[in-house]
């Protein structure tokens, strides 16, 4: 029996350091990443003053350098326009943004009846877009957010306007009149742990989606 035994080890052994071997590979990949704090990064978390500008100078440092995870630490983020976030187009990267803490970080969203340059109504919350609008890239990958409050406030009804505003999207897809959405494929997005409150949409994906994890989602009157 210890002879058998220990042919048995001798056989496995190589298979064993090969196994090993590629578990350490994975790991380094999936745990090794390069992460930014927002407030660190001198965007306040008060809620005194709207961080649109500097949330999107950040997200542009996020992808110009590639940082894999964007943490917010407990706090309220205000926000009143479209926080543009780079979708990694190669499938070996990723980026995970989310909340220090969960359902401690929120994003305090404000409604406009703003257009931009292009004439469209202006949509509050993260826009999705591609690495860029060539007819090439037409693949993302690997897009998480986690651990948020979402919380909409919508511009009121007026003397000029009958309804309110509604406007807050919170996470949608590109609205870039170069998006072609038809075409675009989406692979592993996950939105986990998420508390919408008070918006227009919760999300809005204008795209082929694949592989998508949507789970201990809270959503309290969101109109669509």
């Known amino acids: ?16 350091r090969k196994v090993g071997s590629d578990i350490r590979s994975i790991e380094s990949k999936v745990f090794t990443g390069k992460a930014i704090n927002v407030v660190e990064y001198g965007i306040d978390n008060t809620g005194a ?12 440092k996020v992808h110009d350098e590639d940082y894999t995870e964007v943490i917010f630490p407990d706090g309220t983020y205000k926000i009143n326009g479209t926080i543009d976030v780079t979708i990694p187009s190669d499938r070996q990267k990723y980026l995970y943004i989310h909340a220090q803490n969960r359902y ?14 292009e004439g469209y109504s202006v949509y509050v919350g993260f826009q999705l877009n591609p690495e860029n609008f060539e007819a090439t890239t037409t693949r993302g990958y690997n897009l998480r957010f986690d651990g948020f409050i979402m919380e ?10 009958t309804s309110p505003s509604a406007s807050i999207y919170c996470i949608f897809t590109s609205q870039s009149s170069n998006f072609n959405s038809n075409d675009y494929k989406l ?25 998508t994890e949507l789970k201990n989602l809270h959503i309290e009157n969101v109109e669509n």
């Open 104 to 117: 401690k970080a929120k994003i305090e969203m404000h409604g406009t009846r703003e257009q931009n340059s």
């Open 187 to 211: 692979y592993n997005f996950t939105c986990t742990n998420t508390k919408f409150i008070g918006t227009y949409y919760d999300m809005y994906l204008n795209c082929n989606i694949f592989d």
């Open 152 to 161: 909409g406030h919508e511009l009121p009804a007026d003397d000029t306007n």
């Open 49 to 60: 003053t709207d961080v649109t500008a500097k949330l999107n100078e950040l997200f542009k």
């Open 1 to 16: 029996m210890a002879e058998f035994k220990k042919a048995i080890e001798k056989t496995l052994k190589p298979f064993a």
